[in-house]
């Protein structure tokens, strides 16, 4: 669907079962970061601190060798030895875009065993197919064989759990033990006591008594097959569920993975037990094929309009010529693109839209020309020849210029960069094949003779041309040369206008009106929900939070359309957070938009007690999804910390228009704190081995890790469920110590707190995000700017040593909007240089680019009609559309300097410049706009981000053609008065009586 492109990120994570957020911190955060910060190529290192987890992401300068980079990171966190025992390996990866074409729910009435068994299955039959390389489960919690052994049994046989353990472990091993050279050959050794199932173990000794006799595991322990104890479910449509996601690698297609995986659907559904059925929840690659049908579609209207507009003002035969250069443009620049890592995608597709209309304006000023000489009474060849040559100059910079427009496209920095570099690349090549073909192979299929259409309609529209083309001509001359030369006498007045203008646009946009967005939001296919409940929360309370949320959805289908609205329900929860999806039909039959049964279902869900958030989303996940605004904050003192953080979020909670606050500070499990008291002490306990004994007795000690087909189980050993599920059980834990038994409560002293959900870190400092939405989403800006200008400053008064940033979306915005303008200024400035070397001057080229603010109002005005807020995409048109709008211009102003050559006084080379340039000038910003008209009025969700480039891009040239026919006659006229001034006398006014023959 997008272009390919790394993260440029490093990712580390480290599991540590059974700690704390602060415990992750501190044992394994700060060694990693600690060791990494000086690598050089590091920008930034964010990492957080979660239950018995913890991840760091490395973000990377600009131009680094990411797999160098990685090389040593992964060196640097290998020499630590400061890590706790029971932290697992480190895992050091380089971050990757996983692509999701298809997502599947096997659900039905069936034990959670039989549905991993299933889903196994189902994973191995679609990875055999040779169409798809990627496979993995969701929804689904860990295999475990589970040994439980009472604490009555433990004391008996004066054992501990790490001794049952370390029993088992040693018995379940499958190790090489070389070979032996024989002359018959070599023969391998290997140890197999491997044991790969619960009953496998049945019959291990763990104890020998005095009289030699054995005690096995079975005489001591409940030995079962299940499952880690997480709360790790899903459902859909209130039937047990695992999620089956089919991820696209390499140059896989999305349309070639959906194609076998939905064909394998059908065929598993055929052998799956009664009661148990597997489904395509979602399909991304239709979204791929509906964006590139809708493309599509616009290019072929685009091309139809575009031939339209040039057999109408020119014949039909010089129509087709030039209109023959769009798809030999289109199909030389792959001569370009082809070494590089292009491909065809939504992005590129669109690219060679945006260029539809532009790249035939070198094509339609060459063959304009060529008409114009023909209709002079000149040969065909020399018409060809001569009608190139003198357009040829400008033509050539005025490609130019278009390409330097959109140079700065890439080195747009960011995710956004990575995404749209595509279009510039596009952009470019078209043009630079469009410039060969206008000046090389355009003149010599317009130096032939045509042969007379033997067709009669054809006949009958040639006539129709030529009739309509006289009538043209004289509209010209008369309608706008009359009131051109009205306006050239009233010059001021119409540049005082056009600066006045100028200025109320400027203002009307600074006034925060119109607003600024990331992208415009593009509804998803379907409704989403999520609900956070408080840590430690009991899962019978999850699951009726669950049923709340599902319950609504379905009554919201049930009275709406039933299945012509929704294809499903499907809920899964994880931890603390319950996410709910509605899973929507196509926006063609289901009778409500994904924003109207998103209202919808948050009415009917009403308020639950007891969660901490909840959030309805009608576009999750794609562009201009997220929230509006993120504050991080960070500080020293963690209590001062998160007392920030919630006065911000009753600051932000003031604005009528800001929802969805989440202010950082959830409340996370209740913990108790414990310290070695004198009297465990003087049993010989250390706080190490009392902290192992605790983990152990309600962690459980993992025993042995086995490769099960795909799955890994963990063979781990614990109390019985009843003797480590309640604080009285804590209380009467019994410790092993050297010198004898002593309960728990009388080895430790305990404190009763709450612990962190997470730990968030940038840099080496703690921080915590306070995020909210803005609705409408343009207006996230000038909440800021009220942040900045009142709420912040007072709030860093009241906690000094505070520091804040903006992240998120708003961050992003403004580094787009930092990189768009420095690329804007200097492609201003080569545009300068480039006007200034064939027009040997240095105020012509400022007349010349007068026009490109004024095509800015133009875009202004076209998202206002358009009701769009401004965007990145809109920005990117707006620099693309600042070397195109100069194109016609430059023509206008090359042709009037040839005039004056001739020794047309200026005035009259001007008035005669615009009435012969008036037709390509008309032509090019038809042809343009008709390229554009397709895309900027689609109606489908599926185009919604892109149309703002094509506003800017329509509107801002559409608008700067009037500018060109009116405003730079003007300004070239006022140049000359300025030269009558301070130059000759020749340069003063002329009269009429000056003018030449052809004029009058």
């Known amino acids: 669907v997008f272009p390919e492109f790394s993260l440029d990120r490093v990712n580390i994570s480290v599991a540590y079962p059974g700690a704390s957020p602060e415990e992750v911190e501190t044992g394994i955060l700060l060694s ?8 050089e190529g590091v920008d930034e ?44 390996e480190p895992q050091v990866s380089i971050a990757a875009r996983k692509r999701e074409v298809l997502k599947l729910a096997l659900y039905g009435d069936a034990s959670e065993t039989t549905m991993r068994s299933l889903a196994d299955r189902i994973q191995d039959k679609l990875l055999m197919d040779e169409g798809i390389t990627q496979v993995e489960l969701d929804g689904v919690r860990d295999r475990e064989i589970q040994i439980e052994i009472s604490r009555q049994t433990l004391r008996r046989y004066g054992i501990t759990l790490q001794d049952v353990a370390l029993t088992i472990s040693k018995a379940s091993v499958e190790l090489g033990g070389g070979s ?29 008594l005095e009289d030699g006799s054995s005690v096995l595991l079975e005489d001591i322990a409940d030995i079962t097959e299940g499952f880690e104890e997480t709360d790790n479910w899903a459902s859909f449509n209130g039937k047990r569920a695992v999620i089956i996601e089919v991820y696209r690698v390499g140059d896989q297609t999305p349309t070639q993975i959906a194609a076998s995986g939905k064909a394998l659907v059908k065929q598993i559904n055929e052998s799956l037990p009664r009661g148990v059925s597997l489904t395509v929840l979602r399909d991304l690659s239709r ?18 309009l575009v031939f339209f507009f040039l057999a109408v003002f020119l014949e039909i035969r010089l129509a087709f010529w030039v209109s023959l250069g769009i798809p030999i443009s289109f199909l030389g620049s792959f001569l370009f693109l082809s070494p590089t890592a292009f491909s065809i995608n939504i992005v590129s597709m669109f690219a060679f839209i945006v260029t539809l209309g532009i790249v035939v304006d070198d094509a339609v000023v060459v063959g304009e020309n060529i008409y114009f000489c023909r209709r002079q009474g000149v040969p065909l060849l020399e018409a060809a020849v001569k009608g190139t040559k003198s357009i040829a100059m400008p033509v050539v910079f005025s490609v130019i210029t278009n390409m ?21 690349f596009v952009v470019i090549a078209v043009f630079g094949v469009s410039l060969i073909e206008s000046l090389f192979i355009l003149p010599a299929h317009l130096s032939h003779k045509s042969r007379r259409p033997l067709f009669f309609p054809l006949n009958y529209l040639e006539k129709w041309q030529e009739k309509f083309s006289r009538s043209f001509e004289i509209f010209i001359k008369k309608q706008y040369g009359g009131f051109l030369f009205r306006l050239l006498d009233h010059r001021y007045t119409v540049i005082a206008f056009g600066i006045a203008l100028l200025m109320t646009t400027a203002g009307y946009v600074s006034s925060g009106r119109m607003g600024m967005v990331m992208f415009p939001k593009v509804e998803s296919d379907y409704a989403f929900c999520e609900a956070v409940l408080p840590y430690g929360i009991p899962t019978q309370t999850l699951k009726k939070v669950e049923q709340r949320l599902v319950q609504s959805a379905h009554e919201v289908v049930e009275e709406n359309g039933k299945t012509h609205l929704s294809s499903g329900v499907f809920s899964q929860v994880t931890g603390n957070h319950i996410r709910v999806r509605l899973y929507l039909t196509d926006p063609d039959v289901r009778p409500l938009s994904t924003s109207d049964v998103t209202h919808i279902w948050r009415k009917k869900t009403g308020n639950i007690p007891g969660i901490e958030t909840i959030t309805f989303e009608s576009n999750r996940g794609g562009p201009g999804s997220g929230k509006n605004l993120t504050v991080s904050l960070s500080h020293r003192d963690k209590n001062m910390l998160d007392r920030a953080g919630e006065d911000l979020g009753q ?4 604005y009528p228009i800001v929802h969805d606050i989440d202010d950082g500070s959830a409340k996370g499990k209740k913990q108790f704190d414990i310290t070695l008291s004198s009297a465990g002490r003087r049993m010989g306990l250390s706080s190490r081995e009392v902290a192992n004994q605790i983990r152990h007795s309600f962690q459980g000690v993992s025993a042995v890790k086995s490769q099960r087909g795909r799955s890994e189980v963990t063979v781990r050993v614990r109390l019985p469920e009843e003797e480590r599920m309640s604080e009285s059980t804590f209380e009467e834990l019994v410790l092993l110590a050297p010198k004898g038994e002593i309960q ?28 909210a939405n803005v609705r409408p989403p343009s207006q996230a800006e000038n909440i800021l700017k009220d942040m900045k200008k009142q709420i912040l400053p007072d709030l860093l008064g009241k906690y000094p040593g505070l520091s804040y940033s903006f992240k998120g979306r708003q961050a992003d915005i403004r580094e787009s909007i930092s990189a768009l303008l420095k690329g804007l200024g200097l492609a201003l400035l080569c545009i300068f240089a480039l006007l200034a070397i064939p027009f040997k001057s240095y105020l012509q080229p400022f007349i010349i680019m007068s026009c490109i603010p004024f095509g800015i109002i133009g875009a202004i005005v076209g998202h206002i009609i358009m009701g769009y807020s401004l965007s990145i995409m809109s920005l990117f048109g707006l620099v693309a559309m600042s070397g195109v709008v100069v194109n016609d211009s430059l023509v206008l102003i090359d042709f009037a300097n040839r005039r004056c050559r001739e020794g047309v006084p ?9 009435i012969q340039r008036f037709r390509p000038i008309l032509l090019t910003t038809l042809t343009t706009c008709g390229g554009l008209a397709p895309i900027i009025t689609e109606t489908s969700r599926q185009a919604r981000f892109l149309i703002p480039m094509a506003i800017s891009l329509g509107f801002g040239i559409l608008f700067a053609t009037f500018i060109t026919l009116v405003m730079v006659p003007c300004l070239y006229m006022i140049l000359e008065d300025i030269k009558a001034i301070f130059g000759p006398k020749e340069n003063q006014k002329e009269s009429l009586t000056d003018a030449p023959e052809d004029f009058k």
């Open 32 to 39: 990693i970061e600690e060791a990494i910060q000086d690598l």
């Open 45 to 88: 290192i964010t990492a957080t601190a979660n239950e018995g987890f913890g991840s760091i992401s490395v973000e990377t300068m600009e131009g680094t060798n990411i797999n160098r980079l990685w090389q040593e990171i992964k060196s640097e966190v290998d020499r630590i030895g400061t890590f706790p025992q029971e932290a697992e």
């Open 744 to 771: 728990l409560r009388d080895a430790v002293k305990t404190i009763t707190g709450r612990a962190y959900t997470s730990i968030k870190r940038t840099n080496g400092r703690r921080e915590i995000s306070v995020t």
């Open 287 to 304: 979204i791929f094929s509906q964006r590139a049908d809708l493309l599509l579609r616009n290019a072929y209207i685009g091309l139809g």
């Open 906 to 914: 200026a005035l009259y080379a001007i008035h005669s410049a615009g």
């Open 404 to 424: 330097v427009a959109f140079v700065p496209l890439i080195f747009v920095p960011g995710f956004m960069g990575k995404v749209f570099k595509t279009i510039p």
């Open 651 to 654: 600051s932000l909670a003031g």
């Open 180 to 208: 032996i050279r024989t002359r018959g050959g070599d023969i391998l050794l290997r140890i197999k006591d491997r044991r790969d199932t619960a009953r496998q173990y049945v019959t291990l000794p763990i104890v020998t």
